[in-house]
């Protein structure tokens, strides 16, 4: 499985932006780039995906560089509740082992009132 | 919709011992995977079942097994128990077919060996 590269921690304060970043030099062309969070105490739950194009949801946007060897999960307004491990995760669209995830270490944001 | 379940919530167990965790999925969910999340970690894939079938297995010895049953609940099976066994095991069902990405994971099941 390809690698990726976050940092272990980051702090914001409440109501700000918050960019997070990952590195994924090694990443191929059928990989998916999902992001997942862990609050406090909860198994992890799923934040967004994409696969060459910017990509807006809910909870956050994904912007992906144009050679894929990167990307940045940016939350647009930060709240206590966003406290959390974030993961950033490369998943291969292989068929069989289509649902294996591979969980680095994360992030570690903390949120500031 | 009750999201994934697990039980029991935690567990206490002696080394060498055998225990069974237990998963149920999302209705309508027919893949269930099972992670391991030791303290300070990201969790570790452990199995994939896909309509009662393994699709996949991670770099578990062979002490772990599971398997899924006709309701598409999940059992896993952990024998002569070690101390490194101490971990959060987490569950997570996703919808049928290849184009399913999100995966939904229950609160896990918290197991202590001394």
């Known amino acids: 499985d390809a690698k990726t590269t976050q940092p272990n921690s980051m702090e914001s304060n409440e109501e700000e932006p918050v960019h997070l970043p990952c590195n994924h030099s090694?990443?191929?062309?059928?990989?998916?780039i999902h992001w997942y969070r862990q609050l406090p105490s909860q198994g992890p739950e799923y934040v967004i995906h994409?696969?060459?194009s910017n990509v807006n949801n809910r909870m956050a946007s994904l912007a992906i560089a144009e050679d894929r060897k990167s990307s940045t999960l940016i939350l647009h307004r930060a709240t206590l509740r966003d406290a959390a491990v974030y993961y950033c995760?490369?998943?291969?669209?292989?068929?069989?082992?289509?649902?294996?995830?591979?969980f680095g270490k994360g992030t570690l944001l903390t949120v500031n009132p | 919709d009750a999201g994934v379940t697990q039980s029991p919530t935690h567990l206490i167990k002696t080394r060498g011992q055998q225990v069974t965790l237990r998963c149920s999925p999302i209705?309508?969910?027919?893949?269930v995977s099972w992670y391991q999340q030791v303290l300070g970690q990201g969790p570790q894939f452990i199995f994939q079942?896909?309509?009662?079938?393994?699709?996949g297995r991670g770099n578990f010895p062979d002490r772990f097994s599971a398997r899924q049953f006709p309701n598409y609940s999940s059992e896993l099976n952990v024998n002569a128990l070690l101390l490194g066994d101490s971990a959060l095991y987490l569950c997570?069902?996703?919808?049928?077919?290849?184009?399913?990405?999100?995966?939904?994971f229950g609160p896990g099941t918290r197991l202590t060996v001394t």
């Open positions: 090694t990443i191929s062309g059928t990989d998916y």
């Open positions: 994409g696969l060459t």
């Open positions: 995760i490369l998943r291969r669209n292989s068929g069989g082992s289509n649902y294996k995830l591979t």
């Open positions: 079942y896909y309509e009662k079938e393994e699709r």
């Open positions: 209705s309508g969910h027919k893949s």
């Open positions: 997570a069902s996703s919808s049928a077919g290849a184009i399913s990405y999100e995966q939904y």
